[in-house]
T-cell receptor
């Protein structure tokens, strides 16, 4: 049973370009979470999605960032007009349900570098 | 004030030592508590959940004090393979998000 998959693992963009990060949850999981880890910092929650719905986007920057989890296919985190401060590791996690006692399993992350 | 605070360390200990990490959280509505482990440039992995009654998993013991909003992790008989960053994590009730501390780095030396 494959774990959470993320691609690409490394992504390099120039300032002003768009970055698209993909996340395929574990089989059977319908809850997806995105976290960002800036260099030398802890992980920060960005957004929580369930199939076709955004449940909580309280951690998303107001501009340039968006996320979706369509009925078919992976979850996508999109960053438009990237800036150097967007350089970070972006981790996706999934869980079977959204209840408190449900473990979130993390993918290997996408490391975004903005030149 | 950060929602979850940890001493970043690093803690440098010899093999076989006992080491303790502490963590405090600010949101009294927090419902669930965890310790995750993160190896360099890898994804976090769940080490153990933390319960009010305290719980043990082999060489690892976790404690929660809700009144003091304080969580601890004790590692006995440290191994070289325990070298990693340990993340204190809380989950407020009725929310899906995990709130991570900055992490405490442990380096076990031979």
């Amino acid at each position: 049973n494959a774990g959470v998959m993320q691609n690409p693992r490394h992504l390099v963009r120039r300032r002003g370009q768009e970055a698209r990060l993909r996340c395929s949850p574990m089989k059977g999981h319908s809850h997806v979470y995105w976290y960002r880890q800036l260099p030398e910092e802890g992980l920060k929650f960005m957004v929580y999605l369930q199939k076709e719905n955004i449940i909580d986007e309280s951690g998303m920057p107001k501009e340039r960032f968006s996320a979706e989890f369509p009925k078919e296919g992976p979850s996508i985190l999109r960053i438009q007009q990237v800036v150097r401060g967007d350089s970070a590791a972006y981790f996706c996690a999934s869980s079977l349900q959204g209840r408190d006692d449900n473990e979130q399993f993390f993918g290997p992350g996408t490391r975004l570098t903005v030149l | 004030r950060k929602e979850v605070e940890q001493d970043p360390g690093p803690f440098n200990v010899p093999e076989g030592a006992t080491v303790a990490f502490n963590c405090t959280y600010s949101n009294s509505a927090s419902q669930s508590f965890f310790w995750y482990r993160q190896d360099c440039r890898k994804e976090p992995k769940l080490l153990m959940s933390v319960y009010s009654s305290g719980n043990e998993d082999g060489r690892f013991t976790a404690q929660l004090n809700r009144a003091s909003q304080y969580i601890s992790l004790l590692i006995r008989d440290s191994k070289l393979s325990d070298s990693a960053t340990y993340l204190c994590v809380v989950k407020p009730s009725n929310t899906g998000k995990l709130i991570f501390g900055q992490g405490t780095t442990l380096q076990v030396k031979p």
